[in-house]
């Protein structure tokens, strides 16, 4: 079975700091991705990754950065956490078709 | 990308079989048909996908008509861990872009 992990299930951070979220995939496969899903608005893709060291920007990419140095982890950094982060941040991970993709459990992060 | 249409909600009753039905009218010849489910406080989770022959894992059936016009997710035996938002989503087998949009979906409420 396709595993994905994320590295905490809650996380409660202060306005202004840095925060990562990390990601690992035992598929090995190409492809991952972050979203973050938010009541009302779905699933949001902020950055997805084809390659080691490659990265693209999704659709709500501003405040937000990552960090693929291996190619089972793909890591989220929230470069300065503001209240409007607050959110449930999900990490999936595909073979080579883009559309069949296995999430993690997901974080629910809170700033305050 | 095509538009499905699936109803808001169902119920079924434990151990018999649930069909979920999607209408997706407008798909065209290189769109698969992909199902996922999302059980509350979790991430969303693969089921099955197809594009024009039924396919059977698992976990569930796909059986698309033969005009592709609708497709219907079978679950053999729901239990009640079963009970989830299913989502229909139509694309083109694969993108430079991978983005998942899932659309309101139907909640499928699984009664002892």
């Known amino acids: 079975d396709v595993k994905v992990t994320q590295s905490s299930r809650y996380l409660v951070k202060r306005t202004g700091e840095k925060v990562f979220l990390e990601c690992v995939q035992d598929?090995?496969?190409?492809?991952m991705f972050w979203y973050r899903q938010d009541p009302g608005l779905g699933l949001r893709l902020i950055y997805f990754s084809y390659d080691v060291k490659m990265k693209e920007k999704g659709d709500i990419p501003e405040g937000y950065s990552v960090s693929r140095e291996k190619k089972e982890r793909f890591s989220l950094i929230l470069e300065s956490a503001s209240t409007n982060q607050t959110s449930m941040y999900l990490c999936?991970?595909?073979?080579?078709?883009?559309?069949?993709?296995?999430f993690g459990p997901g974080t629910r992060l809170t700033v305050t | 990308d095509a538009k499905t249409t699936q109803p808001t909600s169902m119920d079924c009753a434990e151990g018999r079989a649930a069909n979920l039905p999607c209408n997706h009218s407008?798909?065209?010849?290189?769109?698969?048909v992909y199902w996922y489910r999302q059980i509350h406080s979790q991430g969303p989770q693969y089921i099955i996908h197809?594009?024009?022959n039924n396919e059977t894992n698992e976990m569930a059936s796909l059986i698309i008509t033969e005009d592709r016009k609708s497709s219907t997710l079978i679950l053999p035996h729901a239990t009640l861990r079963d009970t989830a938002v299913y989502y229909c989503i139509v694309r083109v087998g694969s993108s430079n872009t991978g983005k998942l949009i899932f659309g309101q979906g139907t909640t499928l409420q699984v009664k002892p």
């Open positions: 598929m090995d496969h190409e492809n």
């Open positions: 407008t798909i065209s010849g290189n769109e698969y």
């Open positions: 999936a991970s595909s073979p080579d078709s883009t559309y069949e993709q296995y």
């Open positions: 197809g594009l024009k």
